[in-house]
């Protein structure tokens, strides 16, 4: 009798779990409760800690995004891009991806909303 294979489980990582707690502001105690619990109890706890943090911090550009009072929300992903010609030192990736950004460069966008004007200084 064969068995199936099994998808490999992630082993708990004290110092991410370390991370999860202070990035949610928690005491580091579920620490010292880890040392007692079973792997899978651990692997618990890390699911819910990231899941945690990932919806706190959707939670916080929505709020974020709503205090800056944008008329209207857009994304890339509606935007038509065969209506804009980008700099040769652009690329859509950088535009997604801010690359751009952590790269210390300005981009400038102007024009009436959906027209895709914008100039690189």
């Avoid at 990932?54 to 709503?66: D, F």
Wanted: hydrophobic letters at 40%; aromatic letters at 6%.
């Amino acid at each position: 009798m064969s068995r199936r294979p099994t998808k490999p489980r992630p082993v708990p990582d004290r110092a991410r779990l370390a991370e999860l707690l202070r990035r949610l502001v928690l005491s580091q105690t579920a620490l010292t409760y880890c040392e007692t619990a079973t792997a899978s109890e651990v692997r618990f706890l890390q699911t819910v800690l990231e899941a945690e943090v990932a919806h706190r911090e959707a939670v916080k550009r929505t709020r974020l995004i709503t205090r800056a009072g944008f008329p209207a929300l857009k994304t890339l992903e509606a935007f038509d891009r065969r209506a804009v010609q980008l700099p040769a030192s652009l690329t859509w990736v950088d535009l997604e991806t801010g690359t751009y950004l952590t790269a210390h460069r300005n981009l400038v966008c102007y024009g009436p909303v959906g027209t895709g004007n914008y100039v690189e200084p």
